[in-house]
C-alpha cells in the first residue's frame, strides 16, 4: 500500500540503479525531466496527462528506450469505499502487475510514483518501450507485403492475446489498432524478422481496464472499438474473430459476435472535455508509438 501523500516504487533493484546511474532516481528528477510529447496530451478529468519518450544509458552505454507518462490532476474515483479519487495512472500501474501476475504481454515497469501538490495530484509511470514494435493499425496497412504466414501468426496471436485477457474478465476500455504493439519485428515489411523469432502482441495504455461480470459484452465492447478504430480488410477481420472464437473454445459464436460488433460499432458517443490545469509546454514531435498513453 501508498502512503496517504506520496510514494515511489521502482520495477526490479535493476531499475532503480538504471534510473540512478541516469540520475533520474527520484520523482523531481523524473518530473523536471525536457522531453518531446509522442502525442498531444489528454486534457480531461480536470487534469491532463501526457507521454514522452526518453532513453536510458546502461553502464555499457547502450541505449534503453522507455516512455515516461505525466500526470496532473488526472484521476478517477474509486468504485468501493471510501471512494477515493486517485490518479489514473495509478489504475494502470495497478493492471500491469495483474498482466504480468497471469503472464499476459504487456510493458514492463520502470517506476511508479505519486505525490500531491496543493491538494492536486500528480503521478508519473514510466515503462520499458517494446523492442522492434510497430502498432497493429500500421502492421494492417503493412500487411499485403508481409509473408502470409506471418500475417496469420500475428492475428492468431493477437486474438489469442485478447481472450486470454478478457478471460480474466478484464474489459480494456480502448482496444483501438495503436494500442497493440506487434513486438520482434522490424517497421518495413523488407526487413521481416528470420524464420526463427516470431512477432509478438502486447496490450498497452490499459489505465481504463477494469474487471467486467459478463464476458461476452467484454468481447463486444472491446472488439467493437478494434473493429472500428482499425482499417481491417474483410479476410483479415473474418480470421481474427475466428481465431478469437477458436481461443475461448466457443467456435460458434463467430457469426454471432461479429453480428453484434457491427451493430455496436455503428454507434457513436462522446463526452465533452473539461479541463483547469495545464501542463508545461513541451513541444510535439512525430508519432513513433507509444508504450502508454
Not at 518531446?36 to 496530451?41: A, G, L, R, S, T
Not at 455496436?264 to 513513433?288: S, Y
Request: charged fraction near 25%; proline fraction near 7%; include cysteine.
Amino acid at each position: 500500500m501508498f502512503s496517504k501523500n506520496n510514494c515511489d516504487r521502482f520495477g526490479s533493484s535493476g531499475d532503480h540503479a538504471l534510473l540512478k546511474a541516469n540520475r533520474l532516481d527520484s520523482f523531481d528528477a523524473l518530473w523536471d525531466t525536457k522531453a518531446d510529447w509522442v502525442e498531444p496530451p489528454n486534457y480531461r478529468r480536470r487534469g491532463w496527462s501526457g507521454v514522452c519518450r526518453i532513453e536510458l544509458q546502461n553502464s555499457a552505454g547502450a541505449g534503453i528506450g522507455v516512455y515516461l507518462k505525466r500526470q496532473e490532476g488526472h484521476c478517477y474515483r474509486d468504485s468501493v469505499p471510501p471512494f477515493r479519487r486517485r490518479p489514473t495512472a495509478y489504475r494502470e500501474y495497478r493492471n500491469l502487475l495483474k498482466m504480468r501476475t497471469h503472464s499476459i504481454a504487456a510493458p514492463d515497469i520502470v517506476y511508479y510514483g505519486q505525490r500531491r501538490v496543493g491538494g492536486v495530484w500528480q503521478a508519473i509511470l514510466m515503462t520499458r518501450e517494446i523492442p522492434q514494435s510497430i502498432s497493429l493499425e500500421d502492421y494492417l496497412h503493412q500487411s499485403p507485403g508481409r509473408p502470409h504466414s506471418e500475417v496469420i501468426h500475428v492475428l492468431r496471436e493477437t486474438a489469442a492475446l485478447a481472450a486470454r485477457f478478457h478471460g480474466r474478465h478484464w474489459e480494456h476500455g480502448a482496444l483501438y489498432g495503436k494500442h497493440v504493439l506487434i513486438g520482434g519485428m522490424a517497421k518495413e515489411a523488407s526487413d521481416a524478422p528470420s524464420a526463427d523469432r516470431k512477432p509478438f502482441p502486447c496490450l498497452i495504455d490499459i489505465e481504463k481496464a477494469r474487471f467486467r461480470l459478463f464476458r461476452w459484452r467484454i468481447a463486444v465492447h472491446d472488439l467493437a472499438q478494434l473493429y472500428r478504430h482499425t482499417a481491417w480488410d474483410a479476410p483479415d477481420w473474418q480470421l481474427f474473430v475466428n481465431h478469437y472464437s477458436a481461443e475461448i473454445r466457443k467456435p460458434w459464436l463467430g457469426p454471432i459476435l461479429k453480428g453484434m460488433i457491427g451493430r455496436k460499432a455503428q454507434r457513436k458517443h462522446g463526452r465533452p472535455a473539461f479541463c483547469r490545469i495545464r501542463p508545461p509546454h513541451i513541444p510535439l514531435i512525430g508519432r513513433p508509438r507509444k508504450a502508454m498513453g
